[in-house]
């Protein structure tokens, strides 16, 4: 029998896929938004854009940016009770108002 792979992207067929007239590259202005510190963003995935992108479970996570890592924006969350940083590129990025 096969063993089923566990990869990052396993389970991801409906999440990570994009409606019909979104397909394609993004927008360059996703990737030159800028954030500052304790601003408000919710963590949505863009699946053409495989660098930076975090793990499947924070789709949709909102949170507040902590601060910078190289190009990539550290972003706290709550996963239940537990607070978690995650480092996400600004592709994957929304601010919330």
Do not use: N, W
């Not at 409606?19 to 954030?35: D, V, W």
């Not at 500052?36 to 949170?63: C, L, N, W, Y």
């Not at 990539?72 to 590129?89: N, S």
Request: charged share 30%.
């Amino acid at each position: 029998m096969v063993i089923k792979s566990h990869g990052t992207r396993c389970k991801t067929r409906k999440r990570l896929s994009k409606k019909p007239r979104e397909r394609g590259i993004h927008s360059i202005t996703r990737a030159l938004q800028k954030f500052e510190e304790g601003d408000s963003v919710s963590i949505v995935i863009d699946p053409a854009v495989h660098k930076g992108m975090p793990h499947i479970r924070f789709q949709g996570h909102t949170g507040k940016v902590e601060g910078k890592q190289g190009r990539a924006y550290l972003v706290g969350i709550h996963d239940g009770k537990k607070h978690k940083t995650v480092v996400v590129l600004s592709e994957h990025l929304r601010r919330v108002r």
